[in-house]
């Protein structure tokens, strides 16, 4: 199994920044492509930005696309999203996941969750 820990979530005023991190134990990491999700109260979880095995490809959502960076560190099994611009709209719960076989990128089942970390986004 994959075991997976975010943390830098907290609060900051609009149009601030944050990075995530998200700490994946097992040698497996560099084999995993790794998104990051959000759900705020009363909706659905989203898909907000992933990466492939490598690190060489990444995608987004439309919604945070220009302003949220998704990178992998395999040598620190580590990945990041680096939040910039933040909006009020971007307040949520903050999941990494990983996908243990070769499944699309956005649209693939994501088979390993970590606890998640808060963003809060004041006005």
């Known amino acids: 199994q994959v075991q997976l820990v975010e943390s830098g979530g907290g609060v900051v005023q609009a149009g601030g920044s944050l990075r995530l991190s998200c700490v994946a134990s097992?040698?497996?990491?560099?084999?995993?492509?790794m998104g990051w999700f959000r759900q705020a109260p009363g909706k659905e979880r989203e898909f907000v930005a992933s990466a492939s095995w490598n690190g060489g490809r990444t995608y987004y959502a439309d919604s945070v696309k220009g302003r949220f960076t998704i990178s992998k560190d395999n040598a620190k099994n580590t990945v990041y999203l680096q939040m910039n611009s933040l909006k009020p709209e971007d307040t949520a719960v903050y999941y990494c996941a990983a996908q243990n076989s070769a499944q699309n990128p956005v649209f693939g089942t994501y088979n390993y969750w970590g606890q998640g970390t808060q963003v809060t986004v004041s006005s």
């Open positions: 097992g040698r497996t990491f560099s084999s995993l492509t």
